[in-house]
């Protein structure tokens, strides 16, 4: 209900709590309402921007054990792919017991061949995303794609780091694709104060 509303602060109080055991003795509860659950869990959480809360409920979904996949599985993994490139810049492997069916029709997703092509470029990644923009929009998935692509700049600067000793401003700029040095200086500003990254900008902008 929360998530159908979009009252997605809403469902914290019971998103937060961990769930240990379902005694079925004392409720209807299915095996279709657990996948249901985490489902719409992942997605609030994700709205919210706890995007590790959000993997580890789009994980539960994903890797529930069944004779046969559900549609709202691939679902999640699709969306839990999307939620990994922001939190670490790729996609890990599928959890464990992940159905081999979920796998390969994965593979065969532009999901899958967008997360491969992650990190690149904002205009490099847009161009991707277009190409297959109807169906994204269509699986709700257009506005999360969105923030993966925004988020890039941050995962090519994290790699730039492990590269070079120093670089430039205008040299990230253009290595990263954007625009300016004042955002390229922000967007690194940022990063140090968010302990993602160790580094200092001297007056002439050189990064170190």
């Not at 869990?41 to 996949?69: M, N, Y």
């Not at 161009?127 to 923030?147: I, P, V």
Request: net charge positive.
């Amino acid at each position: 209900m929360c998530v159908t509303t979009r009252h997605y602060t809403a469902a914290l109080p019971i998103l937060t709590v961990p769930i240990l055991i379902v005694d079925t003795n004392l409720s209807n509860l299915h095996y279709n309402d657990n996948l249901l659950y985490h489902y719409a869990g992942g997605i609030a959480l994700g709205v919210l921007k706890r995007w590790r809360e959000a993997e580890e409920f789009f994980k539960i979904v994903v890797s529930t054990p069944a004779q046969a996949t559900a549609a709202i599985q691939f679902e999640a993994l699709k969306k839990l792919t999307l939620v990994q490139l922001i939190l670490y810049g790729k996609a890990l492997p599928p959890p464990k017991y992940t159905n081999s069916v979920l796998i390969k029709l994965m593979k065969n997703s532009p999901y899958f061949n967008f997360s491969k092509l992650y990190p690149r470029t904002i205009s490099k990644l847009t161009a991707s995303a277009t190409k297959d923009e109807e169906l994204y929009r269509t699986e709700k998935n257009w506005g999360l794609l969105q923030q993966t692509i925004a988020r890039a700049p941050q995962w090519l600067i994290k790699k730039l780091t492990l590269t070079y000793l120093t670089l430039g401003l205008g040299d990230i700029a253009s290595l990263i694709g954007v625009a300016t040095e004042h955002e390229v200086r922000a967007l690194i500003l940022d990063m140090i104060e968010s302990d993602e990254i160790t580094a200092s900008i001297s007056v002439d902008g050189t990064v170190t």
